[in-house]
């Protein structure tokens, strides 16, 4: 450990800073450093080291930081992961690609011939749309109780609102319009361009804690036992699988650990990859513990409207006959724009190229299941007459803009598309031409 705090330090004094941004003043850690490496091409040396020297000691200083950034975790087999569950909450997750779901399946409800569902997205910022649609469908005087409620990504921090009814539209709007998400993306400086992500993870979490309550989920534990599910979507990152947690079992465990895994798995469902950190969650098998790494369920299931396992099973036997609402926290089509050549910017447009292609093959995957079985699948999504965010990030003045739209597209029920139930395919249009600014 003193090794790690030596190297750290000598990394700053020697300028390791400046060679990530080339010798101008950026901030690490809120404090802004001059680069070295403008003053190793003069001919200078920022530690009385000559220039070859200099350089061996901020490569050095790099893969040290790294192996000092890095969290020791426990290894564990793929034998292990395929059993392992959470220890005290048997059966608090399942996983969408098990091939029991066409035995076990979970959109089937006892005494519920006619469930009503609702499958929520993810979007980043572009959550606030969902916000808003649920919130001026609840001043329509229309909006159903939900019987099935499912989110991944920025649907997860919906969903668990979403399920509890039009009482809660209030907490929707505060999260999405309060300005809190404003302050997600806190550079850690080094420590994050070496550990596990760019940005604090405390921002996210902590507004999970203040709006996840403990009365929160008291009333979704009353509404499972009353024969209602919550699903919430992660992606284990060490299995590649996707897990689907019954967030009403865990709400209705009296084990003391439930209510930080109910909050954990809502972090883990909206922690970007690189951007915030992973979330550990503690599992067991065959008597050994361990953590599995957990991200953005909108890596490998941005929309669940029937897990994976299921939609490859051509034998599946569904009692029931859902009515399911899908929102789409974004465009439906892709949609042209010149990205400008930065790094930043080229990581954000094919991370979200990946799963827009992702989310409309779903959809379209889902949307055949469900027209062969006749169910009703209506579907609604941010319009394409909509301006998108112009950079990267939760700009408050854009989420407060699109959540009153979301209001009045909801209120209007303009938004909704149907597809199910007809022989028209679900709509998925294409966007016009958009240069971007350079």
Known sequence: MMVCHCVHDAAIVTGLAGVVNRGSMISVGGHPRRGALGALRRGGSAAGLPWLRQAVALVFCAVLLTACASTP?????????????????????????????????????????????????????????????????????????????????????IAPFAFLGTGYDPVLSSVFTGGEMAGFLRFQGLSGLLGTSLFEAAPLRELIAKYVTPEVIASIADAYQRGRRLYIVTTNLDAQRTAIWDMGRIAASRDPRAPALFRQVIEASASIPGIFSPVLIDVAAQGRSFAEMHVDGGITSNVLVVPEAMLTNQTVQIRTKPRIYVILNSKLGPYFELVPASTVQIAVRAFETSVRSNTRNT??????????????????????????????????????????????????????????????PLPIRHRGPRVAAQ
């Open 73 to 157: 975790r426990i290894p564990y087999t793929q034998q292990e992961q395929a059993i392992a569950d959470i220890p005290g909450i048997p059966g608090a997750r399942f996983w969408a690609d098990d091939p029991s779901l066409a035995r076990n399946n979970p959109l089937d409800v006892p005494g519920r011939e006619r469930p009503t569902m609702l499958a929520l997205s993810g979007g980043g910022a572009d959550g606030a749309f969902g916000a808003g649609l649920l919130t001026g469908w609840s001043q329509r005087g229309d909006r159903p109780q939900f019987t099935i409620v499912t989110g991944a990504s920025a649907g997860a921090l």
């Open 363 to 424: 959809l379209l995957a889902s949307y055949e299941f469900v027209r062969k079985r006749g169910w009703d699948m209506t579907l609604a999504a941010i319009d394409e007459s909509f301006p998108s965010q112009e950079k990267p990030g939760f700009d408050t003045t854009y989420m407060r803009g699109l959540f009153e739209f979301g209001v009045e597209q909801g209120r209007s029920g303009a938004a909704w598309r149907t597809g199910a139930g007809s022989d028209t």
